[in-house]
């Protein structure tokens, strides 16, 4: 620790509070027009439509920790219910929250390498270059990089971001602990260690990495008898257990391990298209390899960020583009274990050393956090940026052990070089996310955006037509709806959309033909039926009508509309006890409902 002695020789602009404070202030600007990015893509399904969130402070008893009612991601989900509770659905709240969240990430990134430098393997490196500058722009690097938006501006990712926070938190008590002078200090950071693996893991599957990075770091940068470290280890270590037993326990699929990214909804009562990609564990394997190399491409040259890859699909490892993606993939972790080594094998006064076992750390961490999403789990979507997020920390540190290695035996001026150099990459870098979050604050710019560099694929045209509807652009979103049914002909969400504006325009018959596409291609769609059911009935064919209301009732329960439709046709075919009996259900779902009170009224006085 830094003594009254060595501070005052210390110049200001090397504090550790000053670092801390340019992280915080350069986080809040590159993000400072992040708050008006509105809700989008399954925002939707996980926060806005996530009864949870609204529901958790009227029924505590339906919302458990544990149990069959119990989420996986309870710490996540809890966020976003204080963010309703506070300000509702504004969506300020949540990007505050969630920038908060982002910037002590950064903040702990920076404390971690601080505390690496301390270890015992560093005791001996008395560097040139600066601990706290490699730390900083490893710091400033996770806080700027623009691939960092989707898991920042995209709200719900906030699964994501947090689990990075809670796993950083974690790994520096953690390392702390092991500096502590006092045996209650000692207990302090390490309680508060397993406490923080147990946050991350009820926030989102990645943190099952965590303790795994615990172990690297212990094994790299500590030293002591074999035996107590093992001991020290252990509790971390079986924190893993953490998971899989959440998932015997619950047994529930609504907190399943994979959240599918799915469309966003169009409908009151919405339902969803999950674009499963049906690959095997190998297929999904041999197609993580050339995305690992994606999203080392992203990290060094962040353009064309996207939110919805159409990414291809490899299902032979003998793809020209799998085997190359892998001997690449290779060398990397090669040259990790090299390094490793290398790190071993030179003595205390090779400055080499120090760098090159950093350099293993950061490669080691980067493929072990990615493990998760990027191995044999397959998961509907097989890229997404956000998930570069806890694997990047990685990622920089490496890069800036890379930079350690070259000028740490320079002379002053090549060392300032390197310092402007790196200052004029943040600043890039900042102007970057400044830009991407522009295209994330209206939705139909960051649909546009994504439908050009995915124009092949079905789901962002789908939502762009959505967004062109809402902003009353209705040729523009019946070429969208189009666009999107020649890409995917069974997208039977698409084939809704459009029978909903022929039938808007008057143009009944292609509405009529539309909406018996959405039913073809998906018989349990309840709006579809209930679209249909419309339309026969304006048309006087009441047995048809009746039907389909009655499928879309018997397919969700609680649908008013289709209730209601099928109360007053009832009443149309005399039927009206029938018809008491459809406003009696729409009441029961939505008890202040007032076409449903007044028929009710109306029927019993013509009764009497």
Same mark, same amino acid.
């Given at each position: 620790?830094?003594?009254?002695?060595?501070?005052?020789?210390?110049?200001?602009?090397?504090?550790?509070?000053?670092?801390?404070?340019?992280?915080?202030?350069?986080?809040?600007?590159?993000?400072?027009?992040?708050?008006?990015?509105?809700?989008?893509?399954?925002?939707?399904?996980?926060?806005?439509?996530?009864?949870?969130?609204?529901?958790?402070?009227?029924?505590?008893?339906?919302?458990?920790?544990?149990?069959?009612?119990?989420?996986?991601?309870?710490?996540?989900?809890?966020?976003?219910?204080?963010?309703?509770?506070?300000?509702?659905?504004?969506?300020?709240?949540?990007?505050?929250?969630?920038?908060?969240?982002?910037?002590?990430?950064?903040?702990?990134?920076?404390?971690?390498?601080?505390?690496?430098?301390?270890?015992?393997?560093?005791?001996?490196?008395?560097?040139?270059?600066?601990?706290?500058?490699?730390?900083?722009?490893?710091?400033?690097?996770?806080?700027?990089?623009?691939?960092?938006?989707?898991?920042?501006?995209?709200?719900?990712?906030?699964?994501?971001?947090?689990?990075?926070?809670?796993?950083?938190?974690?790994?520096?008590?953690?390392?702390?602990?092991?500096?502590?002078?006092?045996?209650?200090?000692?207990?302090?950071?390490?309680?508060?260690?397993?406490?923080?693996?147990?946050?991350?893991?009820?926030?989102?599957?990645?943190?099952?990495?965590?303790?795994?990075?615990?172990?690297?770091?212990?094994?790299?940068?500590?030293?002591?008898?074999?035996?107590?470290?093992?001991?020290?280890?252990?509790?971390?270590?079986?924190?893993?257990?953490?998971?899989?037993?959440?998932?015997?326990?619950?047994?529930?699929?609504?907190?399943?391990?994979?959240?599918?990214?799915?469309?966003?909804?169009?409908?009151?009562?919405?339902?969803?298209?999950?674009?499963?990609?049906?690959?095997?564990?190998?297929?999904?394997?041999?197609?993580?390899?050339?995305?690992?190399?994606?999203?080392?491409?992203?990290?060094?040259?962040?353009?064309?960020?996207?939110?919805?890859?159409?990414?291809?699909?490899?299902?032979?490892?003998?793809?020209?583009?799998?085997?190359?993606?892998?001997?690449?993939?290779?060398?990397?972790?090669?040259?990790?274990?090299?390094?490793?080594?290398?790190?071993?094998?030179?003595?205390?006064?090779?400055?080499?050393?120090?760098?090159?076992?950093?350099?293993?750390?950061?490669?080691?961490?980067?493929?072990?956090?990615?493990?998760?999403?990027?191995?044999?789990?397959?998961?509907?979507?097989?890229?997404?940026?956000?998930?570069?997020?806890?694997?990047?920390?990685?990622?920089?540190?490496?890069?800036?052990?890379?930079?350690?290695?070259?000028?740490?035996?320079?002379?002053?001026?090549?060392?300032?070089?390197?310092?402007?150099?790196?200052?004029?990459?943040?600043?890039?870098?900042?102007?970057?996310?400044?830009?991407?979050?522009?295209?994330?604050?209206?939705?139909?710019?960051?649909?546009?955006?994504?439908?050009?560099?995915? =124009?092949?694929? %079905?789901?962002? *045209?789908? #939502? $762009? /037509?959505?967004? !062109?509807?809402? &902003? @009353?652009?209705?040729?523009? +979103?019946?070429?969208?709806?189009?666009?999107?049914?020649?890409?995917?002909?069974?997208?039977?969400?698409?084939?809704?959309?459009?029978?909903?504006?022929?039938?808007?325009?008057?143009?009944?018959?292609?509405?009529?033909?539309?909406?018996?596409?959405?039913?073809?291609?998906? =018989?349990?769609? %309840?709006?579809? *039926?209930? #679209? $249909? /059911?419309?339309? !026969?009935?304006? &048309? @006087?064919?009441?047995?048809? +009508?009746?039907?389909?209301?009655?499928?879309?009732?018997?397919?969700?329960?609680?649908?008013?509309?289709?209730?209601?439709?099928?109360?007053?046709?009832?009443?149309?075919?005399?039927?009206?006890?029938?018809?008491?009996?459809?406003?009696?259900?729409?009441?029961?779902?939505? =008890?202040?409902?007032?076409?449903?009170?007044?028929? $009710?009224?109306?029927?019993?006085?013509? &009764?009497?």
């Amino acid at each position: 620790m830094e003594t009254p002695e060595t501070k005052k020789t210390t110049p200001l602009l090397r504090q550790p509070i000053v670092h801390l404070t340019i992280i915080a202030v350069v986080c809040i600007i590159v993000y400072s027009n992040s708050f008006k990015a509105p809700f989008m893509f399954d925002d939707y399904t996980n926060i806005i439509e996530k009864s949870e969130i609204s529901d958790i402070w009227q029924n505590k008893n339906n919302y458990s920790i544990i149990g069959p009612k119990a989420n996986r991601r309870f710490v996540a989900m809890m966020s976003f219910a204080l963010n309703y509770k506070l300000h509702g659905m504004d969506v300020w709240g949540f990007h505050a929250f969630n920038l908060i969240v982002h910037v002590l990430s950064a903040m702990l990134v920076y404390w971690l390498i601080t505390l690496i430098f301390r270890t015992p393997f560093f005791k001996a490196y008395l560097p040139t270059f600066g601990n706290d500058i490699t730390a900083l722009f490893t710091a400033l690097l996770f806080a700027v990089h623009p691939v960092h938006t989707s898991a920042v501006t995209y709200i719900v990712q906030r699964y994501t971001s947090l689990a990075t926070l809670f796993c950083l938190i974690s790994l520096v008590a953690y390392v702390q602990s092991r500096f502590a002078g006092s045996r209650a200090g000692r207990y302090m950071f390490y309680i508060l260690s397993l406490f923080s693996i147990s946050l991350a893991m009820k926030t989102k599957e990645i943190s099952i990495t965590l303790p795994v990075i615990i172990v690297m770091t212990e094994l790299l940068f500590f030293e002591g008898n074999l035996l107590k470290r093992i001991r020290y280890l252990l509790p971390s270590v079986l924190m893993i257990l953490n998971i899989p037993v959440s998932l015997i326990i619950t047994k529930s699929s609504n907190s399943a391990v994979i959240n599918a990214n799915i469309v966003e909804p169009n409908t009151v009562y919405s339902t969803f298209i999950v674009s499963a990609t049906g690959l095997t564990p190998f297929e999904y394997l041999l197609t993580q390899f050339r995305v690992i190399i994606t999203y080392l491409r992203l990290l060094f040259v962040p353009v064309g960020l996207n939110l919805d890859y159409d990414y291809p699909v490899f299902r032979s490892f003998f793809m020209p583009e799998v085997i190359l993606s892998f001997l690449v993939i290779s060398s990397i972790l090669a040259s990790a274990l090299y390094m490793l080594y290398r790190s071993a094998a030179m003595t205390n006064e090779n400055h080499g050393r120090y760098a090159a076992r950093l350099y293993a750390f950061g490669i080691l961490w980067f493929f072990t956090a990615l493990s998760v999403e990027s191995s044999v789990i397959p998961i509907n979507d097989v890229i997404n940026e956000y998930r570069l997020y806890y694997p990047s920390v990685g990622f920089f540190i490496a890069i800036m052990s890379v930079v350690v290695w070259v000028v740490e035996n320079k002379g002053k001026r090549e060392k300032v070089y390197a310092v402007t150099l790196f200052a004029g990459i943040i600043v890039t870098l900042s102007m970057m996310t400044l830009l991407r979050n522009e295209v994330w604050a209206d939705r139909i710019r960051l649909w546009e955006d994504t439908a050009r560099k995915s =124009p092949n694929k %079905a789901r962002p *045209h789908h #939502n $762009l /037509g959505y967004d !062109y509807i809402i &902003r @009353g652009r209705i040729a523009d +979103a019946e070429r969208e709806y189009k666009r999107a049914t020649i890409l995917d002909p069974k997208l039977f969400q698409a084939y809704n959309d459009l029978g909903n504006i022929y039938a808007s325009q008057g143009r009944m018959d292609e509405a009529l033909n539309a909406f018996k596409k959405a039913v073809q291609y998906n =018989p349990d769609f %309840a709006v579809a *039926h209930n #679209n $249909l /059911g419309t339309i !026969y009935d304006e &048309r @006087g064919q009441l047995e048809n +009508a009746a039907a389909h209301y009655r499928t879309a009732i018997k397919l969700q329960p609680d649908y008013i509309d289709a209730h209601l439709n099928l109360g007053n046709l009832m009443i149309k075919a005399n039927q009206l006890n029938d018809a008491v009996i459809e406003f009696q259900s729409v009441l029961k779902y939505a =008890p202040y409902n007032d076409e449903a009170s007044d028929k $009710l009224r109306a029927l019993r006085g013509t &009764r009497k």
